[in-house]
């Protein structure tokens, strides 16, 4: 959906709640719109709601933890995906947003430990193998893996751009700068407008000595937006 659909989900739940304010879904899909649209609060606010209505609402309690690791309040988000998981314990978004929660808290055992049951739950499910690849990614011992997992998400989700731009980065990290073009084009076709992603295969093809096509991919980067020092064209292209 468009930002627009969002917003006119919204306000078609305003109405239906204001009828019938005892129907706990009416809740959680407004509260889905707002989290769509950023307003994590007011996403928090409604699954709440649909909780105090329905208390086993398992999908509002994971899409409450969701919102609250956006909003960096990892305990309070663990807190969630474990309810959820005591609901439904074969919910393998839930072992894998608990396994990025924990990353930030600190627990990067017991982090590994979820980002594997997701996979065991559901081997062909993108989301999972991303955020382990994500894991294995801080740990320069582990970028192999990193890379197998990204292969992996990118074969079950081909049109999974950041992935591609996540494995184009380790493999530019790796100087293989040439693989690191291809997944950065990968970024490009999908996303035309990816500024990141054109400033990332600039930094490649100069490592490849291609200044020229680095150069029109810095100042693409720079027309898109994207925030960089004035010496980085000023200093490579004439």
């Known amino acids: 959906m468009l930002n627009g659909d969002f917003k006119e989900a919204i306000e078609d739940f305003d109405d239906f ?13 407004r509260g889905l719109a707002k989290g769509e649209l950023g307003q994590n609060w007011e996403a928090i606010d409604d699954f709440n709601k649909a909780l ?29 995906y474990n309810k959820a998981l005591l609901l439904q314990p074969d919910m393998t978004l839930a072992y894998s947003y608990r396994g990025l929660a924990k990353e930030n808290f600190g627990d ?10 997701a996979v065991e739950l559901n081997p062909k499910e993108p989301i999972a193998y991303y955020n ?4 294995y ?5 582990l970028v192999v893996k990193a890379l197998s997992d990204y292969d992996k998400a990118i074969e079950l989700k081909p049109d999974y751009i950041n992935a591609y731009y996540n494995r184009g980065v380790i493999k530019s990290g790796n100087h293989d ?8 084009d990968k970024v490009i076709t999908l996303k035309p407008n990816h500024a990141k992603a054109y400033f990332a ?30 010496s980085i064209i000023n200093s490579n292209c004439h």
């Open 17 to 29: 709640i204001e009828a019938k304010p005892r129907e706990a879904e009416a809740y959680y899909y």
């Open 52 to 80: 105090a209505l329905r208390p086993d609402y398992v999908e509002a309690l994971y899409n409450r933890g969701n919102r609250k690791r956006v909003l960096t309040q990892f305990k309070e988000a663990i807190h969630d």
């Open 108 to 117: 990067s055992k017991g982090a590994l430990l979820d980002f594997d049951k």
């Open 132 to 135: 382990r690849a994500g894991f």
């Open 137 to 141: 990614s801080h740990n320069k011992e």
């Open 177 to 184: 700068h040439t693989g690191a073009v291809a997944d950065f």
């Open 201 to 230: 295969r600039a930094n490649a093809k100069k490592d490849l000595g291609d200044t020229d096509g680095a150069c029109k991919d810095w100042k693409k980067a720079k027309e898109l937006g994207f925030e960089m020092h004035a």
